[in-house]
Each structure stands twice: as C-alpha cells, then as structure tokens.
C-alpha cells in the first residue's frame, strides 16, 4: 500500500514538472518570435531561467544575432541563477564564433538544468553543447515545445541542411481565385486587419522576394509599415534576368535605407547593374534557365543563403509564385481570401496552375485558419 501511494504520488509530481516544462518552453518560444527578420544568419533563440517555480531572467537572440538569447537570460537572473533551470529553443551553442559559447556562460552560470526544445542540426553544434552541459554535471532533458520549435528555426535548419531559406509564399486572392483585374490592372483584395497581418509577417521574415513585372506594375516600396516597426523592414529581392528595373522606382531610391538585392542572369550589362550598385542596390548574378523568371530559383535560394537569409517571404507576382509552387520550392502558403470577386478576365493567382495545387495538394497540409475581418487567412505547411 505504501509503495503504491508514494509511486501515485512520483507519478503526480513527475506530470507536474512534465507541465511546468512545457508552459515555460512555451513562454520561451514566444520570445524567441520577438527576433525572427532581425538575427539572421543567426536564429531567432528564446530563453528563460526559472529557480523554485519563479521566472527569474528572459532572453531572445538581439538584432543582429548578437548577444544570444540563453546570456541575455542569465545577465537578467544574475546571481540568482545559480541552481536555476535554463530553457532554451534550441541547443546552446559551444563553438567559438564571434560570442563566446552559450554553453560555457551556463556552466559559469552555474545552472543545474537545461531543457531544450531540439538538437541544433549546425555541425558545429549537434549535440556538442548537450554534451558539454552534461560533461559539467549539468541535468540536460530535451524534447518540450520540439514541434513547435522545429517550425521557429525552419529557416535555420532549412539553410543547414539544403543551403537555402525557408520560402513563405504568400497569396492575396479575391473570392474567384484572382490576384489582378483585367490587363493585369492592380486592384484592392485585402482589408485593413489582413494587410497589417501581411506587414508583421514582412518584419519576421529577413527578405522579401518579387519579380520585375510586379516591380513594373506596382512600383512598391515592400517595407514593413507598421507604425514603429519600419525600421523592421526585410531586404528586398527582386529577381530582373535583363536588368530593366527603373532607377526611378521606389524600391532603387530607398536603396540606402532598406537594403535592395536585384538577382539577375550573368549575361546582364554591366553599366546597369553599375548605375544600380551606385545607387546602393547590390546585384548578385545567377543561372539562368527557361522558368518564368529566366532565373534558376534553386540558385537563386543559394545564393541567398550564402548571405545568410534564413526566412524568405515570396509576395508575386502570379509568375513567380507559380515557378516556387511547380519547382517544390515552398515551405509554407499564406493564403488570404477577399470576400468579393473580381470577374473574368482577371489575373490568375497562379497563373498556370490551379489553386488546388496547394489547397487540395497532398504536399500541403493546413497548419492554422482564422478570420480578419471580412477576409480569411489559411497558412498551409509542407506535409
């Protein structure tokens, strides 16, 4: 009888500390979002030092990608954090870069226990930092908030493991599947909730991507303008195989204030990509290949990811977003819906392709859904 009350009783404890677990990874995660667009090639770490049930220090990854996110947290506990437990989203680092590691601030620190989210896939990392943890006499559980911090550093280990970025295409259609009017004429799909939704989702994400038609038709500025979070703003990419954006546009006369990455073909005259590098773009030259955009996208990710972009929000236009979609380049759809149709002879969303290749694919599945408004917002992941 005794043993049986005192293993009910191990038991209750054991799923208390199971809960408590999960509720601070949690919070932890939640800091960790505060970086996304701002810490590549880093990522976007949260942390959070805990002593006696009391949160005593929060960190996240600082613009940058320095100071990380698990010192951030411990300068806050100071000496308290002693005994304390450390969790983090991802495993703390313990190489040398341009920090010193994570993992020997925590053992200074003089922590008891870590709990990770999951193992950093980085080579310089996987596993070590656990190790190191563990060789010092530190408690090291891994595994609460895995699937949630498995899609938080999606870009991160995307650019790990394939050399390219997390691609997010997002799509504004009208309730017949229309991104344009007739002749490809701008028109208004979108209400005030959902486009300040769309201008969050521009600060999380280190760059934006379009095509020189949009650029042509639109003249758009892809900033984020929510107000106090401008200077949030991602790069911008624009893919232009002949070099024909205007110098007169937006996006080159704001070149110096937000950075403008124009991907063009190698074959491209160099006194233009010259005008645009004295305006402050940079041109960065890539294959070329027979899709829409005349550009190889697969080289194109590349060569964003050897500068380090992590997260890349694809915005249009109807080309371009059906050359990721028919390349197996996209990761993640926001599609949002406009409650009012546009009529024949407007733009397709995906030009070529149906909108079933996403919503019916057997590649995609639906991650979230909610309403803004009169508009609605489906966010399918990669199945």
């Known amino acids: 009888m005794i043993f049986r009350i005192l293993e009910d009783q191990f038991a209750q404890k054991s799923k208390q500390s199971k809960a408590a677990d999960q509720r601070f990874m949690r919070l932890a995660l939640t800091l960790g979002r505060r970086g996304q667009g701002q810490t590549w090639p880093n990522p976007a770490v949260g942390a959070v030092v805990v002593k006696d049930g009391v949160i005593i220090g929060r960190g996240w990854t600082q613009p940058g990608g320095r100071p990380h996110a698990e010192p951030e947290a411990l300068k806050r506990a100071g000496e308290a954090a002693r005994g304390a437990t450390l969790y983090a989203t991802l495993e703390p680092c313990s190489h040398i870069g341009k920090s010193p590691p994570c993992a020997d601030a925590i053992i200074a620190a003089g922590i008891a226990r870590v709990v990770s989210a999951i193992e950093d896939p980085n080579p310089e990392v996987a ?51 229309k991104i344009g009017a007739a002749e490809r004429k701008p028109v208004a799909i979108s209400g005030d909730a959902a486009r300040a939704r769309v201008h969050l989702l521009r600060a999380q994400s280190d760059a934006i991507l379009v095509g020189i038609g949009t650029v042509q038709a639109d003249d758009p500025l892809l900033t984020c303008r929510l107000p106090g979070m401008e200077a949030r703003s991602p790069v911008r990419v624009v893919l232009d195989r002949s070099l024909r954006i205007s110098g007169s546009s937006r996006l080159v006369h704001s070149a110096r204030q937000t950075p403008l990455w124009v991907m063009t073909s190698t074959l491209s005259e160099a006194p233009a990509a010259m005008k645009l590098g004295a305006a402050g773009a940079q041109v960065i030259r890539v294959a070329t290949t027979t899709t829409p955009s005349g550009l190889d996208l697969k080289a194109v990710l590349h060569a964003l990811a050897e500068k380090g972009i992590t997260r890349l929000l694809v915005e249009g236009g109807a080309r371009v977003a059906s050359s990721f979609v028919a390349s197996g380049l996209v990761d993640e759809v926001w599609l949002l819906r406009g409650p009012d149709a546009i009529g024949a002879g407007g733009v397709d969303a995906l030009e070529a392709l149906p909108p079933t290749s996403i919503t019916q694919s057997p590649d995609f599945r639906v991650r979230a859904s909610e309403s803004l408004q009169k508009d609605t917002l489906t966010i399918y992941e990669r199945a």
């Open 127 to 177: 596993g070590q930092g656990h190790a190191k943890l563990r060789a010092a006499g530190i408690t090291v559980d891994i595994g609460p908030g895995a699937a949630e911090a498995a899609h938080d550093h999606a870009g991160h280990f995307r650019r790990i493991r394939d050399k390219r970025p997390h691609v997010i295409l997002k799509l504004a259609v009208s309730a017949d599947d």
